[in-house]
């Protein structure tokens, strides 16, 4: 007799450098794996999912329904970022979902869903969820509040004879539903809040020693959150597409595709992603390039380590960060054009507005104090910028100084 067949939703998780922590933390990393578990456990069962396998940091789990799989996934990627993991310091986890029919021979179970929840695990990073095309299907929608679904595209699995259609389950900080389900009935639930949470930073440098040592320094401070690296522009894009950090630190020389490039693209797809240039030189034509291309902040390499995370969190909450040097080269250049009037006047609001800029205020901050939208704030900085042909606010704020505009 042929063994029953099953149609189930598999969730595998595992810790993103288990082996490295457990070298560099020894009983601590064990205690730590210990409390893993038990999160992977109790989320899971809590939605009826049933823990059916553990091997070292890894933990397999079965779901009748995908709905539930993924609320399951969701809950336990923001468990484990809840918690503080002591020495050990962040803890991520990867995680795959992956639906379909399986055999089950006692407690264990075969088929191709397995294999392919494997194969998704591989391809993912630390803090991320991956789910097979399957498991989207069967879902319909919905998904949790507060995430957002990425199309990866079609990935070519080891030992997967077909091409797998992947789609990345986003975990934001900058994606929470206001008041919202507990499911969404869409496929993206982008409400911006103002809860609090890490700032999710991508890293895009040629330079691997350059990149472990943001990584090393972020990573030490609790509302920092990095979420990837990228050695080119083209890696850097499709890691945001993937990924949808809050902020990029983006080196402007790389091979492949350049920074100036991958800003544009970047802010062209996601325009709520924002984007810090670095660069080991100053050039006006650079410098012109990064903020007009849509970078909010711009440093150079040797800036000191406080520095980079003044100019992470500015970005993060809607202002410009710029170096000393690169904002005396934007007033001398403002200087020189003092006396130019714009070629389209500003309206008596977009003046209010320009006196805001000039305080250094957020949008957030600009609609709190002239009672409009943030959305309108942001509108109004656009169009000044446009009429005054500027490339960035600090540049805007510059303006209102030198023409005694404040």
Known sequence: MAPPEKHLTFLFADVEGSTRMAEQHGAAAGAALARYHELVASTCEARGGRIFERIGDGAYACFTDAISAVLAADELQQNVAAQDWGDIGRLRIRIALSSGEVEQRGDRYYGPALFRAARLQDLAGGGETLLAGSTVDEVDGSFPAGTTLRDLGEHRLRDVPSPERVFALVHTSRARAEAAPETAGGQGNETVSDEDGPIRVLLVDDHAVVRRGLRGFLELIKDFDVVGEA???????????????????????????????????????????????????????????????????????????????????????????????????????????KDAEPIEPLTGREKEVLGQLAKGASNKEIAYELGITERTARTHVSNILGKLALASRTQAALYAVEHKLV
């Open 231 to 337: 050695e080119n522009g083209r890696e850097g894009v499709a890691a945001a597409d993937r990924l949808a950090p809050d902020v990029v630190l983006m080196d402007l020389l790389m091979p492949e595709m350049g920074g100036l490039e991958a800003i544009a693209a970047i802010k062209a797809a996601h325009p709520e992603i924002e984007i810090v240039a670095v660069t080991s030189f100053i050039e006006e034509e650079k410098v012109t390039s990064a903020l007009e291309a849509g970078a909010s902040g711009y440093l150079l390499k040797d800036a000191e380590a406080e520095e980079v995370a003044q100019a992470i969190r500015a970005a993060y909450n809607g202002e410009v960060h710029l170096d000393p040097a690169v904002s005396r080269l934007l007033a001398q250049r403002l200087r020189q054009r």
